[in-house]
């Protein structure tokens, strides 16, 4: 069951890296930067969570949170710099689900993400964090990568897609879904980025990058992080 986010968030930097965390994590991801867009979007489909921002360009967004209490159930967890108490209070007495005050990690709004869901009787399997195999060594929670115990220093693009691959271990993962998750749905025809940074990321992970142990390729559809026997 794939899990449908709306991200309403006006800062783009935070708006960009929230949606590629959740993306990585396999989640379906929608942005607005507003109020006046996330109504537009919440008319045509509900998503299964919203992720909401209070100080937007056309509003405040505890707006939102009593307008679609008023109609809807879904899990709303406010992410804001706003920390005062009787604001939280407010908001929670409104409806909101949860509030995380920012700056927050990835992991605690996945953990708040599954709390609020499983309230809705939608139970989260515990996200894959961790991939060990042979020399290697992904833990995408401490955000590192070892070779041998060596750190291997990748850049945020080359972690975002090897973290993607971590995610579903052992499975193919095509193309189209690596460009969307990692770059944005209008990259998803862009495969030379993609065929740059698995020659970047076998290049640091490989110890022989023309015949991988660990990033294979699935001709003309996809990539896999191989699971060993």
């Given at each position: 069951?794939?899990?449908?986010?709306?991200?309403?968030?006006?800062?783009?930097?935070?708006?960009?890296?929230?949606?590629?965390?959740?993306?990585?994590?396999?989640?379906?991801?929608?942005t607005a930067t507003s109020i006046s867009?996330?109504?537009?979007?919440?008319?045509?489909?509900?998503?299964?969570?919203?992720?909401?921002?209070?100080?937007?360009?056309?509003?405040?967004?505890?707006?939102?949170?009593?307008?679609?209490?008023?109609?809807?159930?879904?899990?709303?967890?406010?992410?804001?710099?706003?920390?005062?108490?009787?604001?939280?209070?407010?908001?929670?007495?409104?409806?909101?689900?949860?509030?995380?005050?920012?700056?927050?990690?990835?992991?605690?709004?996945?953990?708040?993400?599954?709390?609020?869901?499983?309230?809705?009787?939608?139970?989260?399997?515990?996200?894959?964090?961790?991939?060990?195999?042979?020399?290697?060594?992904i833990d995408l929670a401490k955000h590192?990568?070892?070779?041998?115990?060596?750190?291997?220093?990748?850049?945020?693009?080359?972690?975002?897609?090897?973290?993607?691959?971590?995610?579903?271990?052992?499975?193919?993962?095509?193309?189209?879904?690596?460009?969307?998750?990692?770059?944005?749905?209008?990259?998803?025809?862009?495969t030379h980025y993609l065929r740059l940074?698995?020659?970047?990321?076998?290049?640091?992970?490989?110890?022989?990058?023309?015949?991988?142990?660990?990033?294979?390729?699935?001709?003309?559809?996809?990539?896999?992080?191989?699971?060993?026997?």
């Amino acid at each position: 069951m794939t899990i449908r986010v709306l991200i309403v968030e006006d800062d783009k930097e935070i708006r960009s890296l929230i949606r590629a965390s959740l993306s990585v994590e396999g989640f379906e991801v929608q942005t607005a930067t507003s109020i006046s867009e996330a109504s537009a979007m919440l008319q045509h489909a509900l998503p299964d969570v919203l992720l909401l921002d209070l100080g937007l360009p056309d509003g405040d967004g505890e707006q939102l949170v009593r307008m679609l209490r008023a109609q809807h159930n879904l899990p709303i967890l406010i992410i804001s710099a706003r920390h005062q108490e009787a604001q939280k209070i407010r908001l929670l007495d409104a409806g909101a689900d949860d509030f995380l005050t920012k700056p927050f990690s990835v992991p605690e709004l996945l953990a708040r993400m599954r709390v609020a869901l499983r309230h809705r009787g939608t139970r989260l399997a515990a996200a894959v964090t961790e991939y060990m195999q042979q020399d290697l060594h992904i833990d995408l929670a401490k955000h590192t990568v070892t070779l041998r115990g060596q750190i291997v220093h990748l850049t945020p693009t080359e972690f975002n897609l090897l973290a993607r691959l971590v995610r579903s271990a052992g499975y193919l993962v095509t193309h189209r879904q690596l460009l969307s998750d990692v770059w944005g749905p209008e990259y998803v025809e862009h495969t030379h980025y993609l065929r740059l940074y698995m020659t970047q990321l076998r290049a640091k992970i490989e110890d022989h990058p023309a015949e991988p142990r660990y990033l294979l390729t699935e001709t003309g559809v996809g990539y896999r992080l191989a699971i060993m026997d």
